[in-house]
């Protein structure tokens, strides 16, 4: 049987973002190398005008998702997950999100609020999660983004992010 269309049955089976490497140890009959390759493949594949769907690599992995132009159609059928964010949701978010990992105390320095609700929201929807402590007196918890954050917002990476001269040139 072809990898690519094996990949494409896992892809269309999984809820969550599927890894190259997670791939090759369960299909121990494809190299690591090959499985990429279907993987881009595949991806390319689906960039067809004719396709409402495309295989998008997020949060480590590939997931098969609509394309953003069917979404009005697509809500009147399957309810959207839930990640509607309050405002200081996603200031406390993008904070960690840009400072990771970034202690509790420098949240609320740069929002000049106390941050403890949003943080406590954000671990609840596993966008951020506890990294450990920084080297501070009283050894404070710090905070960084999941994989779930670069799924939901659909970056490979944290390097996906937009810059703030990218942000900038959006007023120009």
């Known amino acids: 049987m072809e990898?690519?269309?094996i990949l494409e049955a896992v892809l269309f089976s999984s809820s969550r973002p599927v890894a190259s490497k997670q791939v090759a140890r369960r299909l121990e009959e494809f190299s690591l190398q090959d499985i990429e390759e279907a993987f881009k493949i595949l991806v390319r594949d689906y960039l067809s005008p004719e396709r409402s769907v495309?295989?998008?690599?997020?949060?480590?992995?590939?997931?098969?998702?609509?394309?953003?132009?069917?979404?009005?159609y697509i809500k009147r059928f399957v309810k959207e997950k839930d990640v509607a964010l309050s405002r200081p949701m996603l200031?406390?978010?993008?904070?960690?999100?840009?400072?990771?990992?970034?202690a509790k105390k420098?949240?609320?320095?740069?929002?000049?609020?106390?941050?403890?609700?949003?943080?406590?929201?954000?671990?609840?929807?596993?966008?951020?999660?506890?990294?450990?402590?920084?080297?501070?007196?009283?050894?404070?918890l710090t905070f960084r983004?999941?994989?779930?954050?670069?799924?939901?917002?659909?970056?490979?990476?944290?390097?996906?992010?937009?810059?703030?001269?990218?942000?900038?040139?959006?007023?120009?």
């Open 3 to 5: 990898l690519k269309v």
């Open 54 to 72: 495309e295989i998008a690599e997020v949060a480590g992995g590939y997931q098969m998702r609509t394309k953003v132009d069917y979404r009005d």
């Open 91 to 102: 200031e406390t978010l993008s904070i960690i999100a840009y400072k990771q990992p970034v």
């Open 106 to 140: 420098d949240i609320d320095a740069v929002r000049g609020v106390d941050s403890s609700r949003a943080i406590k929201h954000l671990l609840e929807k596993r966008l951020i999660d506890i990294t450990g402590r920084n080297g501070d007196a009283g050894k404070k």
């Open 145 to 172: 983004t999941t994989a779930r954050f670069l799924e939901v917002y659909g970056l490979k990476d944290i390097e996906d992010l937009p810059t703030y001269k990218d942000i900038e040139s959006l007023e120009e």
